[in-house]
């Protein structure tokens, strides 16, 4: 089902004082998971941004399911598929020592163009079909 | 129907290379909100955790509707109601210069007293009632 | 000696697993404190970006003398002279409480324009008389 | 003499406005670093705390020579002495493609047991003998 996936370990300056991996760092992974899935794919987000074109989120969905701690090892994978004008990615967080889950996500990206929102963009449509 | 607002401001190590406020950061917005809104009704997010009691999200939404830039003045709103053992914040950012909706989430949160799922807390139960 | 100061409070995710503001953060409210004292003399950061012009940071010392903590209040502070082509922020966080001194920070920043180090920029050369 | 190195790629959320890394986050870099180097050596920054000991930055010197952008792969090395109490952590941040140097960095950290500054601590002390 996954067609990416992308390893990491957790850094100390990314727990806050429970102790764990604050909330927000997450997304952190997510982004850069699937910017390494774009580059893998010989597309640029950066690149894009220099054209004008931005692929943005638009919506955001994350279930916390276990918390990652210091040091720990964990494997983020992901697929997309495309709903109406929304390229939509299915990110889930596995943590390497025992494959428990730590967080699932779904998120909505759509393309603006020069800011305007566009129905899609051949770089991203051919994504579609990996 | 919020019973809370904090004012912001976006400061620049906030913004990424699209030049605005990257995705991640609203949830330390939303979150800073939260606890900020906690601690004005006595409750110690940090002083909970020395004792054992830690409120922590358990799924968020976040739908993105206007991006936030350099020098961007802003308030997050809120108002929390419970659903079962769940803690639920409804938190809405809204630009000061126009009063524009940038970001609506709904924050479930729920309370682990010495690591086990609680079903309410006397502290955060006083809040259904403010 | 100070020409310019702004008010903080602690945010919790800006504290990690010790308890305490991580030591990065601090180079993040040193960061806010100039630029909002460039914009207060109507100086844009991120304008000037715009226009090529990058300030940067060349080199930055930081002593550490007591750390902030989850709901601290403290105050930044700062002054700026010129050594050569280089504009120096001489920076120093207070904590409010006890107006006990936090960190000193000498942070050195030169001008590049389209890429290339230039001696000086009207609108930064015109801070050096306030 | 360097006795320690890490590999490292610039993560997107890292850059900034300028399309650079923030400077706030080779600070990251360098305490990631520091940390697996001990890790490496069986000290864990995390498990010290929770026995009272804290390793704490007193004071850190960085010169910025080359910017990191999106993308970039880079490698952070490091050696350590002492001075005094004074565990010194010389670390350079060096871009991969060219070598070229990115960061200089020189890290003063002491030992703090229960909250008191101690002149060494024995898991930091056999590190001098690396």
Redesign the interface.
């Known amino acids: 089902m996954f067609t990416y996936e992308l390893d990491f370990k957790v850094?100390?300056?990314e727990?806050?004082?429970?102790?764990i991996v604050?909330?927000?760092?997450y997304?952190?992974y997510l982004?850069?998971t699937r910017?390494e899935y774009l580059?893998e794919n010989n597309v640029?987000?950066?690149l894009l941004?220099q054209q004008g074109v931005?692929a943005?989120?638009?919506?955001?969905?994350?279930?916390?399911k276990t918390?990652l701690?210091?040091?720990d090892e964990f494997v983020c994978k992901l697929y997309v598929n495309k709903e109406g004008i929304k390229y939509v990615f299915h990110q889930t967080i596995f943590r390497k020592s025992d494959n428990k889950i730590c967080l699932k996500a779904k998120v909505d990206t759509v393309v603006l163009i020069d800011g305007k929102l566009a129905a899609s963009h051949p770089q991203l449509e051919a994504l579609m079909n990996v």
């Open positions: 850094r100390d300056y727990c806050d004082l429970q102790g604050n909330n927000s760092v997304q952190n982004e850069h910017h580059l640029s987000f950066d941004h931005d943005v989120v638009a919506r955001i969905e994350m279930a916390y918390p701690k210091s040091g």
